[in-house]
């Protein structure tokens, strides 16, 4: 199979720069031969920091990139001059990204606006001069701070798509189908099971000039919780979904059992997933008719609104469209906030990430006598 572009989880080891030394300089001129203490204090380390940046969708531009180092500090020099802050190194990450420990699986920060910026690791303070530490019975100390050290970590990013829509469903429901036609996004289709093996993000065009976002992610099943299809790798792609439309086919042999699975497994994989506002959508509707239809409607639940609806002949897709709106435009306190569990660190296949890590003494401090 070919490599998809498709890149929501990397791990990268990261390092702020060391704190620059302070100087022992004593000042030295022509006419003043003993002008005492005058070294200078050190740059601070750079920090790692994290950006949002909205014109990113994936971390592919990390996964070969799997060292950021920071710049050190510059050393403190004569006449109390101060040495160079060492340079930032700024990680450009879509927004939705999640940063975790990897050696702990820990929580750290999350980016979800384009331009947030987090310090991911702080840059080591600069020591401080000579000069601090003169006084009435030490009028020439011959010794300053040396600088802080770096801080060094192994950091998982793992992304999860901001979308104001998630369909979630078995597979072949007719997810990647709706996707299609409801906006411009071009997911692969097939008469197969996980067919969708990435999520797809589309823009769904409304009345006005309105819009809003719809995410599709691969197919669930029954043990999905527990790992079984795809597992629960792309299932914390929905987490940050406003609404998750509940897509069934026509044809299911049971339809209220199907979407009894979908719950089940959606609670057991994050509770707070069941408080978000839900929509209830029969696809394939073309296949039945109006005597069926209220047949089946009879079976559905009545605490989710639900519509019919047809990918192929179009039947139903206005009304679903005004459906997700009103959803959408109601004023209702959305559980837009998830809660950031400690990550599973052992349950991810790290083919790729080995990683070499460096020594503190790697990069050697400059000292100034």
Known sequence: MAETNFVDYVKIYCRSGKGGAGSTHLHREKYNPKGGPDGGDGGRGGHIILRGNKNYW?????????????????SGSHSRSF????????????????????????YICDITEDGQEIILLKGGRGGLGNWHFKSATNQTPRFAQPGEPAIEKTIILELKVLADVGLVGFPNA????????????KPKIANYPFTT?????????????????????????EGASEGKGIGIRFLRHIERNAILLFLIPADSDDIMKEYEILLKELENYNEELLLKQRIL??????MLDEELMDEIKKTLPTDVPTTFFSSVSGYGL?????????????????????????MEVKGYDDEEDEIMEYDEDDIEMEWED
């Open 197 to 221: 093996l990435e999520p797809n993000l589309g823009i769904v065009a409304y009345r006005d000039q309105k819009s809003f976002a719809m995410a599709d992610i691969p197919g669930i099943i």
């Open 174 to 185: 007719g997810k990647s189908t709706l996707l299609s036609v409801v906006s411009a996004a």
């Open 58 to 74: 994936t971390l592919i531009h990390l996964k070969y990139e799997k060292h950021i180092i920071a710049g050190s500090g510059g």
């Open 83 to 106: 040495g160079a802050d060492g340079e930032d190194k700024i990680i450009e990450v879509p927004c939705g990204t999640v940063a975790y420990d990897a050696e702990t699986g820990e």
């Open 281 to 286: 959508a029969i696809s394939k509707a073309d």
């Open 318 to 342: 206005v009304e679903l469209k005004d459906l997700i709106w009103n959803e959408l435009s109601k004023d209702v306190d959305r559980h837009m906030t998830i809660t950031h569990r400690p």
